[in-house]
């Protein structure tokens, strides 16, 4: 157990539809980060939050949206899915905002039908 | 902007025997550099960094990585593998504290190299 804790694990849904994913960052971490992991991509970069501000984006569609809640905990919303966002969706989480090494969630897989 | 290349997707290698995996990056800045391990179905898992000093770092499980700072390398070695080393090891560099602040924190990561080991 990593100490990063994501749910749901796995998560079917349609074409169409929005889901909501969460993470809880390991104890005394302020920064969260999300990446989606795919055959045809990689590990692609979304988005940090640092203490519930936005610290840095990546590759993030205008469709994901994501915030860190007062007590760190973050969401990541996908909404009007397509078959191409299946992936796995990883949470990582740091102390700081530097990264000096991460600590990742076991992720979410997300498959859309 | 960085990138990462990992030179090879998959290596099999006999259990017990030293294995190299490659990793190349590129930088306008300077990085500091990682490791992870992707056991099936699970995480991802730090092996080991460079943030700086000694260029030869430790890890856990007995790996280890060189830091080739002309060569823009981070090759990570074990001399004596086993059956339970079989994963995905991926390559990561992040940039050092950066005036703009747009890649605070991401990682970029290479592709991953498949390493199998056969008994």
């Known amino acids: 157990d990593s100490g990063v804790t994501q749910t749901p694990k796995h998560l079917i849904t349609a074409t169409g539809q929005r889901v909501t994913l969460r993470c809880s960052p390991r104890?005394?971490?302020?920064?969260v980060y999300w990446y989606q992991q795919s055959l045809d991509q990689g590990l692609q970069f979304l988005i940090q939050?640092?203490?519930?501000?936005?610290?840095a984006k990546g590759n993030i569609l205008e469709r994901f949206s994501a915030q860190q809640f007062p007590d760190l905990h973050s969401e990541l919303n996908l909404s009007s899915l397509e078959l191409g966002d299946s992936a796995l969706y990883f949470c990582?989480?740091?102390?700081?905002?530097?990264?000096?090494?991460?600590?990742f969630g076991s992720g979410t897989r997300l498959t859309v039908v | 902007a960085q990138s990462v290349t990992q030179l090879d997707s998959q290596v099999p290698v006999f259990e017990e025997a030293p294995v190299e995996l490659r990793c190349n990056y590129s930088?306008?800045?300077?990085?500091?550099l990682f490791w992870y391990v992707q056991y099936p179905n699970q995480g991802l898992q730090l092996l080991l960094k460079?943030?700086?000093?000694?260029?030869l770092v430790k890890g856990i499980n007995g790996f280890e990585a060189e830091f080739n700072k002309s060569q823009t390398s981070f090759h990570l070695r074990k001399p004596s593998v086993h059956i339970s080393d079989t994963a995905e090891y991926f390559c990561?560099?992040?940039?050092?504290?950066?005036?703009?602040?747009?890649?605070?924190?991401?990682?970029?990561f290479g592709q991953g190299t498949i390493l199998t080991v056969h008994p």
């Open positions: 104890s005394g971490d302020l920064s």
């Open positions: 990561a560099v992040t940039p050092l504290l950066n005036a703009g602040g747009t890649s605070y924190g991401k990682l970029t």
């Open positions: 930088s306008s800045v300077s990085v500091y």
């Open positions: 939050y640092y203490n519930g501000e936005e610290r």
């Open positions: 460079y943030l700086s000093g000694s260029t």
């Open positions: 990582a989480s740091s102390v700081g905002a530097v990264n000096y090494g991460y600590t």
